[in-house]
């Protein structure tokens, strides 16, 4: 009998749970550990709320939670309740699954200041994530800054722009329902470090960007490269500076909002006035190759409210190699150590889309069948058992969380699929006793 320990229950978790099934079937047992009382990370806590299709394929995790090899352990915190030395000697195998749920710091003079957010921490406050729902940020202001020119930047710039007729349908959380709606905001700048060619923004997600009831996007026309340059452009690169030459064209219209790309521009320093940031200085940038360089060009940009979406970085787990620089765990392939691996962002950053981590699973799982042999010696979900009873660990099950979920379903407002908990105790609350 395999004994697996997944550490995570995201897309890279639950993939390498299915592809753990397909592997061994009934000859393994899987226990897919989380930290919070609710499955599937960032589809529940980083898919932006207006994107319910993505989160559609919660439901193929929950196909392979419900099988009988595989158990979702909620409310167990690796590397506090439990140690990853504990998990080794349980288990065959530890696959680390724990994403990437951390900002890269974004590195300038004022980044401390008060309505300066990293991306994990507003998208976390919008999506009703329990570390991050009493943020509070203070969206009275006319002036938001975003800085990066990846799909994160796109959802927040996105989010901010809506009505609150534009969010039905959407699971988006009561408070953020109630602080949003584009009451105060008049203009979301987007700053690039480089150029229209080297975005980070996919067709899809940019095109929703001319959709908008009452925003629209801003695009300087002399920013874009000459049309023959486009050629060069791999297929969606090339669809998504097709929609920048559009934006770009069709600038002009009545909507109330501006979603500004800033082009060739870093951040240098973020200004406050009593500890409040109001403003940002940027550099012109020029590009060498692909590089951005700074040409010393200083200006400033008004800002009330400042959200950086510049990536994100793996939380180190005590006892476990951490590349530091990377912002992951040390890995070769996949494998930290004997019998460790990790997989999804934990493993290679933070890029890709969720379908990315399918194969991701599917190839860790190939390397533990070829490289662990199971030990009869170890006591897998049973030793766990007991341990967490030793512990008084209180654990939520799969079956608890369907519960926690038919709560959320029920509270839900007219339109949406669910009013997610986002305080712990309530989560756990919810799950009652039945
Ligand atoms: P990303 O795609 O890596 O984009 C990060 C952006 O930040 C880049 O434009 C980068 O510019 C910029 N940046 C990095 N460091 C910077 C700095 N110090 N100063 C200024 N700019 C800086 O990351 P992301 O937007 O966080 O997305 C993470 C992953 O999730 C991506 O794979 C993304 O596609 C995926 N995602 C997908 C969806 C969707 O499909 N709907 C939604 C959200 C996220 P440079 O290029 O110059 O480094």
Redesign the pocket.
Known sequence: MMHLAIVGSGPAGYYTAEAALKQWGAGARVDVFDRLPVPYGLIRT???PD?QS?KAVARRYEATALSDEVRFIGNVTVGKDVSIDELMALYDAVVLATGAPQD?P??IEGAQLANVFG?AAFVGWYNGHPDFAALAPDLSGTHAVI?????????VARILAKTEAEFAGSDIVAHALAALGGKGIRRITI????GPH???M?PK?LAELGKLERARPEIQAADLPDAEADAALDPGQRKSVALLREFAAASGSEKPIAIAFDFFA??VRLIGEGGRVTGVDVERNALDGET?VGTGEVRRLPANLVVS????RSSPIDGVAFDARGGRFANDGGLIAPRLYCVGWARRG????IGTNRPDGFGVIERIAAEVVPDAAKPGPAGFDALAGERGIDIVTFRDWRRIEAAEVAAARQGAPREKFVAIEDMIAARGTG
Do not use: F, K, W
């Not at 990066?148 to 959802?155: C, E, R, S």
């Not at 979406?309 to 994100?312: H, L, S, V």
């Open positions: 980083g898919v932006a994107h993505i890269r974004l590195d991306s800085i990066g020119m990846g799909n994160v930047a796109l959802d700053l690039g470090r480089r080297q975005i980070m996919t997600e870093s951040p951005a979406c510049i990536g994100y933070p890029s890709g889309t």
